[in-house]
């Protein structure tokens, strides 16, 4: 019976390992700054490195005068654009016409210590999603954000425009370091519970047989 207790315990203690997580980017709102569909700005984004191996989702602070749609896009970013493929894109939003925490949810493979760009846009790959009018972001104490003047916003010959003048945008994202898939001290734990488990049965098996 200690041994069935024992194995149980190991096995228990491999299933339940906590998955580490933290939000490191302030998403107080503070006020407002015009983003994209006017004035020739196409799109705009923050920029931030990843602490942490994966990137399970980000928000914005986001309102439109006409519910402009838009897409959500997730870049390595160069130092002055995108690059690369995207990492991240959703389907067609159509941005609140309300002040709006608007939230995407993922599980994005990082690199730590890379710097990476989430930008909205209503231009992507320079086509124009349609609609009218423009959208704004809040502001806050988030990372620095930019802006693009061209009508393809991935293009990776097009440097976009740091435009920090306001402390940033209310932004907030969320990292998981653990895999989901079990590490090999994981599988070490599990397999030696399993394998006490069945030691353990077989014993008992074999005394109520004798």
Request: charged letters at 10%.
């Amino acid at each position: 019976m200690r041994m069935i207790l024992l194995s149980t315990a190991l096995v228990a203690s491999a299933v339940a390992l906590p998955a580490m997580a933290s939000s490191v980017i302030n998403v107080t709102d503070g006020g407002s700054v015009a983003a994209f569909g006017q004035n020739t700005t196409y799109a705009t984004g923050v920029v931030f490195t990843a602490p942490q191996s994966y990137l399970l989702g980000f928000s914005f602070n986001l309102w439109s005068d006409k519910a402009l749609p838009y897409v959500a896009r997730i870049y390595a970013w160069s130092g002055t654009n995108p690059v690369g493929a995207a990492l991240y894109s959703s389907a067609v939003q159509q941005a609140p016409t309300t002040s709006t925490t608007v939230t995407f949810a993922m599980k994005t493979a990082l690199s730590v210590g890379t710097q990476y760009i989430v930008y909205l846009t209503n231009d992507p790959d320079g086509i124009s999603l349609g609609g009218s009018g423009y959208a704004n972001f809040g502001t806050g104490t988030g990372p620095a954000f930019y802006r693009d003047a061209h009508n393809d916003p991935s293009d990776p010959l097009q440097p976009w425009t740091n435009s920090d003048f306001s402390g940033g945008l209310a932004f907030r994202a969320d990292f998981e370091s653990r895999d989901a898939v079990p590490e090999p001290a994981t599988w070490a734990l599990l397999l030696a519970g399993f394998g006490l488990t069945g030691h353990a049965m077989r014993r008992r098996t074999s005394a109520v047989l004798a």
